[in-house]
């Protein structure tokens, strides 16, 4: 993970969740629909940077013989030094610029990530989390929901904001109810949900 000298100066962090080419690109997960959102994405990013605050790229990262294939239908994905475990080359051009950092993960929420913990343990000035990626009703869902529960945790008054046109899951058309229920899930946990389209068309 690159170095930032003080994470306390950001207000502001947004987090770009398993936008890896094992998703959108090529793989036996990826879904070429996905790419739909990586525009909406881009602008998310540029207002993030333009503003000096921060922002995460989480990526999706196994050994190659990671338990969670396993409960996927042993669907080997994003193992560590293949192209699969890369961001897409659309965003692939922030990932060395200030104020940006990646983050790898093994599990289906980036607050499991031992660098993600610990750079959110530094955040301690961030009143804004804004979320973006895929997939929907796993990673996006899942790491949202426990960012909810540890900011609970530490009785901060942060919120959490996600992007429903910069966020996507595999087979959407087909899978339209886990998407609807978690968007009540995440609403419940005071998640808010913000819908951006009539901005992008500006």
Same mark, same amino acid.
């Given at each position: ?58 990526? &999706?990262?196994? @050994? +190659?013989? /990671? %338990? ?13 030094? #293949? ?68 900011? &609970?945790?530490? @009785? +901060?008054? /942060? %919120? ?13 058309? #087909? ?28």
């Amino acid at each position: 993970m690159k170095k930032i000298n003080d994470f306390k100066i950001y207000k502001k962090c947004l987090i770009v969740v398993d936008m890896v080419n094992g998703f959108v690109k090529e793989g036996v997960l990826h879904d070429p629909a996905i790419a739909k959102i990586i525009p909406n994405q881009i602008k998310l990013i540029k207002e993030t940077l333009a503003e000096e605050q921060l922002v995460v790229f989480i990526k &999706d990262t196994h @050994n +190659s013989d /990671a %338990i969670e294939f396993r409960r996927f239908g042993n669907t080997k994905h994003c193992v560590v030094g #293949t192209n699969e475990a890369e961001l897409v080359d659309e965003l692939k051009t922030f990932e060395d610029m200030d104020n940006v950092i990646s983050v790898q993960k093994n599990s289906t929420s980036f607050m499991e990530a031992p660098q993600f913990r610990e750079v959110a343990e530094e955040l301690k000035n961030v009143k804004e989390f804004c979320v973006v990626g895929c997939c929907t009703d796993i990673c996006v869902f899942n790491g949202s929901m426990g960012l909810a529960n540890y900011l &609970d945790q530490k @009785n +901060s008054e /942060a %919120i959490i904001k996600v992007y429903q046109d910069a966020v996507a899951t595999y087979g959407e058309d #087909t899978r339209q109810n886990y998407v609807d229920a978690t968007y009540l899930l995440m609403e419940q946990q005071g998640i808010q949900l913000v819908k951006r389209r009539d901005n992008y068309e500006k």
